[in-house]
């Protein structure tokens, strides 16, 4: 995971706001793409609690070629540095909602580790477009975490974190992982229950996990079915 200081998935009271209505049916949940991320970093410096990751972690996200030309672009991935995370937004009318951020454990060597990954392979299912690692990945034992998510403030109590977390959960499916797995802030009874009704059960707790303040977390996961 990537250290922000604010370990766990970002402004879990974001999302877990988002307990009302159906999501709008003009939702669109997609992978992130280059285009995005502007808006992306808009979003989350605009929320409090969230981990404020740099341009560069985003970049980081994109595999070649989608990276923008810049003298600041990371240099290409392997295959398997790219499939190890990947970012989805959630988008009404082409407009931001929010977005969240998954990454694959134990992720198999790509048979040619030191070939740059090409673009992301995706299928179609519905509106969600979802990395599509069957051809890669190949172990039941791995495990997909949900490093973060958030949906706006004017974006809340429609639906929209509940179909983030749904679109999450199929993503993780359909890269074979065994299970998807986050940390929350103990105190943060609305986050736990938006996990809790999307299906993950509490597995543990970490103590002083957290810090601004300090507090523990609570490691809930979800079993996937092969």
Avoid: C
């Avoid at 990454?103 to 060597?109: E, G, I, S, T």
């Avoid at 199929?170 to 074979?176: D, F, G, M, T, Y």
């Amino acid at each position: 995971m990537i250290d922000s200081g604010n370990h766990g998935p970002a402004a879990e009271d974001g999302a877990a706001a988002d307990r009302g209505p159906a999501a709008d049916r003009n939702l669109t949940i997609r992978t992130m793409r280059a285009a995005d991320i502007e808006a992306v970093i808009a979003l989350e410096t605009s929320t409090p609690g969230a981990p404020n990751w740099t341009r560069s972690n985003y970049d980081a996200l994109i595999a070649p070629p989608e990276h923008p030309a810049s003298t600041s672009t990371p240099k290409p991935q392997t295959r398997a540095e790219a499939l190890s995370r990947i970012g989805l937004v959630a988008e009404i009318e082409h407009t931001l909602q929010g977005f969240a951020v998954l990454r694959h454990l134990d992720l198999p060597p790509a048979s040619t580790p030191d070939q740059p990954a090409s673009a992301l392979e995706l299928q179609s299912l519905g509106n969600l477009d979802p990395f599509n690692s069957s051809k890669v990945i190949d172990n039941q034992e791995s495990t997909t975490e949900l490093e973060s998510i958030l949906v706006g403030a004017s974006s809340r109590r429609r639906g929209i974190g509940k179909a983030l977390m749904k679109a999450a959960i199929e993503l993780a499916r359909q890269s074979r992982s065994a299970r998807l797995e986050l940390e929350v802030r103990a105190s943060n009874a609305a986050a736990l229950q938006l996990y809790s009704s999307s299906g993950l059960h509490q597995q543990g707790r970490r103590p002083r996990y957290y810090s601004a303040p300090e507090e523990d977390a609570i490691l809930m996961a979800i079993d996937l079915p092969g």
